[in-house]
């Protein structure tokens, strides 16, 4: 995977994780916070996959 579509699907979970993140602020339901939760980890995923660029 590029560098390009590496943070473009960064970005995509970010905005992904933000919409969780409001839902569950506006309905803090348990099936929101699990929704939440895996989108904050998904996101995290590709977080740790961009880490070695960080350092290139």
């Known amino acids: 995977m590029s560098t390009v579509e590496l943070i473009e699907q960064w970005l995509e979970k970010c905005d992904l994780a933000h919409q969780a993140q409001t839902r569950y602020d506006r309905d803090p339901t348990p099936t929101n ?11 995290g995923a590709v977080e740790r996959r961009m880490a070695p660029l960080a350092g290139a």
Do not use: W
Not at 33 to 43: D, P
């Open 33 to 43: 916070y699990s929704r939440l939760k895996r989108a904050q980890e998904e996101r």
